[in-house]
């Protein structure tokens, strides 16, 4: 598919998914690719411009994560954030050292409005300052083009060369023009024209769908999620009868679902899928017990998965491909993308066993970040109830229950979800938070109920708002919500006792428990 490019390297920063987001709200495709990627490939992928991610490291220590010279000798505008900024001084012959303070979080930065990169941006701005060495001289043939009361080269820039350096986040919300700074140096520096849109990306997947598949029989692991349900559909559009859904139920749904997944998507529904579901709780369970540890959790409910696909695809004959709703931020955080860590196995991603017996994987969605997906499916005509209802991970209720599956587990987190699921409802803060739901933590404490002593398990609540899944804050749910949601799940909820709301922001935690 043809379409303008913007890659980012990425140097180990937990931003780097951020700075491709906030690249795709100026409508450009962007993708991440580890700062050890060949040169002779970026050329290949021929990038409208490149941006250098920050890192944990200290660019001038030996064996730290750098680059060749040679990437600012390609004619592509590179943007440095932070250490991405410090390795193209340091590369170019500029200097980088400790710094004797500090800046960390927002900062009062003083910017030089006659750089392209800052058109249209205040003279002082609030940037996000997060490092410990700072560059003490820019490289030759950069002018200074930002500074702040204790960083001297808060940005620097070759405009002949289109090299620029800033060392700051402008990818995070709390720099507050770095939206603005972004669009400059990709709409502006880079001269994308701005021509990925929702629409035409439909289009074009459902015409690679139907060219790649030809003839062949395809089938699609329909969760009743956000992300299976736009991919589902968008084959389906592609396709049609040459597509079957399977929905399995492995019995870590939450309550009631496996029957409301069915109603929308089954024979009685408004979409001709071919679907089936299989009922696998116990053949799950069985798998699960005994297993505490998060990633081996992951991995057998990945496997198990596969496994039900594979039969399933032989009572049907001849089946080539496997569907899957894989988004953008699953393929990065189960490290198949860039330089970071892997944070969590994803279970249709990392999670996948080395032997799967289907001729080739399908991930329509692979490329996009969860509101892009939003944005496909409403173009596609699938109803917003549907587009924007509480998002459900593949594993289910198994990364919400923290230690061994059981299903007397299941069945208190299942009712303790969805006493917390009405109560939002019923307070009218259904649209107004994020994402919620009720995990079951591995912790047992006494308490006491009607003069017994017991010795039971504590639930936890989250809440949050985000915008791209990356990033997250918890919302701030009235008290009064609380503890009717509290005192609910402790008189209804047999085997709970204490009831716990989760404050933790992401970074540094996740969304999900595990």
Not at 69 to 76: D, N, Q, R, V, W
Not at 83 to 89: K, L, P, T
Request: proline content about 4%; some cysteine; overall charge negative.
């Amino acid at each position: 598919m043809e379409r303008e490019l913007v890659i980012v390297l990425d140097f180990g920063g937990q931003y780097n998914q951020l700075a491709a987001r906030r690249v795709r709200e100026c409508n450009v495709y962007c993708e991440i690719y580890s700062y050890k990627t060949d040169l002779e490939k970026i050329r290949q992928m021929n990038p409208k411009g490149i941006i250098l991610t920050g890192g944990p490291n200290s660019c001038y220590e030996p064996d730290s994560p750098t680059c060749s010279k040679e990437l600012f000798e390609m004619g592509i505008p590179v943007l440095g954030l932070c250490y991405g900024a410090q390795v193209m001084m340091l590369v170019l012959g500029g200097k980088v050292e400790r710094a004797q303070v500090r800046e960390y979080g927002k900062t009062e930065v003083i910017v030089d409005k006659t750089s392209e990169l800052f058109e249209n941006v205040s003279e002082k701005t609030i940037c996000w300052m997060s490092h410990f060495d700072y560059i003490s001289r820019q490289a030759p043939h950069f002018r200074i083009t930002a500074h702040t009361a204790d960083c001297p080269v808060a940005a620097a820039e070759c405009a002949e060369k289109k090299l620029y350096a800033v060392q700051f986040h402008p990818e995070v919300l709390h720099t507050q023009e770095g939206s603005r700074m972004l669009y400059n140096f990709v709409r502006g520096v880079c001269g994308c024209a701005g021509d990925w849109k929702m629409d035409s990306f439909v289009e074009n997947s459902v015409k690679a769908i139907r060219e790649k598949v030809g003839n062949g029989k395809v089938l699609c692991a329909l969760s009743g999620g956000v992300d299976s349900s736009v991919a589902a559909v968008m084959l389906s559009k592609a396709i049609g009868s040459q597509l079957t859904c399977v929905f399995v139920d492995h019995g870590l749904l939450r309550k009631n679902e496996g029957d409301e997944v069915e109603a929308v998507f089954g024979s009685e529904g408004p979409y001709d899928l071919n679907f089936i579901r299989v009922n696998a709780q116990e053949r799950f369970y069985s798998k699960l017990a005994g297993v505490e540890e998060p990633e081996e959790k992951r991995k057998i409910i990945g496997e198990e998965f596969i496994r039900v696909f594979e039969e399933e695809a032989e009572k049907i004959g001849a089946v080539d491909f496997l569907v899957q709703g894989t988004i953008y931020p699953d393929v990065v955080e189960s490290g198949l993308g860039g330089e970071s860590a892997v944070i969590k196995s994803h279970h249709n991603v990392g999670g996948l066993p080395d032997y799967v017996d289907f001729k080739e994987i399908l991930e329509p969605l692979r490329d996009l970040f969860k509101d892009e997906v939003r944005k496909a499916g409403l173009e596609m005509g699938i109803p917003e109830k549907l587009v924007y209802r509480q998002p459900f991970p593949g594993p289910g209720l198994g990364i919400r229950i923290i230690g061994e599956v059981t299903a007397e587990k299941v069945r208190m987190v299942q009712d303790a979800d969805a006493i917390y699921r009405e109560e939002i409802a019923n307070a009218g803060l259904e649209g107004k938070v994020g994402q919620y739901f009720a995990g079951l933590t591995n912790m047992r404490s006494v308490g006491v109920m009607g003069d017994e002593r017991t010795y039971d398990y504590a639930v936890a609540l989250r809440a949050v708002n985000t915008v791209d899944f990356m990033t997250a804050e918890a919302a701030e749910i009235p008290f009064a919500v609380l503890q009717r949601v509290m005192s609910r799940i402790i008189n209804e909820v047999k085997g709970v006792n204490r009831v716990m709301y989760d404050l933790t922001s992401k970074p540094p935690g996740t969304i999900e428990f595990e």
